[in-house]
């Protein structure tokens, strides 16, 4: 029995890089919902081929559907000491969009994370934002919050893509020696 839910790294030049990817196939401009929805079928994808996500983001379920939190904090500007995101991405006011102003490249990325957003793009990314909303709430890992909001389990998600209870131990210790690391070696980016 693993002694506490599986941890994520995040990764804020990660997130830039494949949020970028995804406004430039785009037209480099999205509303925001189209976006994190697309960004949360990324993860999803990563995690169903490679037992890790592309970005390490949390993940929430709100009243639209599964969401990345942290992403989603980046994407309305509203978290403190994140200034990488803010130099690539920025909202468009009252109009619920971003839009990509310098592109970072792909440079932070493996080749098959972006194949991975590149596929979900080309899926998805001309589906709009409410048919992407329904589609999210079709996921088993999605349970309505109502007007509130809670935590989706790595765990969870894993055993709605029916990975096994060994495949998501080995994905939990694998995750918690990448996060040792993170935290021994501080690794920063930007």
């Given at each position: 029995?693993?002694?506490?839910?599986?941890?994520?790294?995040?990764?804020?030049?990660?997130?830039?890089?494949?949020?970028?990817?995804?406004?430039?196939?785009?037209?480099?401009?999205?509303?925001?919902?189209?976006?994190?929805?697309?960004?949360?079928?990324?993860?999803?994808?990563?995690?169903?081929?490679?037992?890790?996500?592309?970005?390490?983001?949390d993940?929430?379920?709100?009243?639209?559907?599964?969401?990345?939190?942290?992403?989603?904090?980046?994407?309305?500007?509203?978290?403190?000491g994140?200034?990488?995101?803010?130099?690539?991405?920025?909202?468009?006011?009252?109009?619920?969009?971003?839009?990509?102003?310098?592109?970072?490249?792909?440079?932070?990325?493996?080749?098959?994370?972006?194949?991975?957003?590149?596929?979900?793009?080309?899926?998805?990314?001309?589906?709009?934002?409410?048919?992407?909303?329904?589609?999210?709430?079709?996921?088993?890992?999605?349970?309505?919050?109502?007007?509130?909001?809670?935590?989706?389990?790595?765990?969870?998600?894993?055993?709605?893509?029916?990975?096994?209870?060994?495949?998501?131990?080995?994905?939990?210790?694998?995750?918690?020696?990448?996060?040792?690391f993170?935290?021994?070696?501080?690794?920063?980016?930007?």
């Amino acid at each position: 029995m693993r002694p506490s839910p599986i941890r994520f790294q995040f990764d804020e030049v990660k997130a830039t890089a494949a949020a970028a990817i995804l406004l430039r196939l785009g037209g480099g401009r999205m509303k925001y919902l189209h976006l994190i929805k697309l960004l949360y079928m990324v993860e999803r994808e990563s995690l169903r081929r490679y037992g890790r996500p592309v970005i390490g983001d949390d993940y929430v379920a709100m009243k639209h559907g599964p969401v990345l939190s942290i992403t989603y904090n980046l994407i309305k500007e509203d978290h403190p000491g994140r200034d990488f995101w803010l130099r690539h991405i920025r909202r468009v006011p009252k109009a619920y969009e971003v839009e990509l102003v310098r592109d970072p490249g792909t440079g932070p990325l493996s080749d098959a994370e972006v194949a991975i957003i590149e596929g979900v793009f080309r899926r998805y990314g001309r589906a709009n934002q409410w048919v992407l909303r329904d589609l999210t709430h079709k996921f088993p890992e999605w349970k309505d919050p109502g007007d509130s909001c809670h935590k989706i389990h790595p765990e969870g998600i894993l055993r709605a893509l029916k990975k096994s209870e060994e495949e998501i131990e080995r994905i939990s210790q694998e995750a918690a020696e990448r996060m040792y690391f993170h935290e021994l070696f501080r690794v920063e980016r930007a």
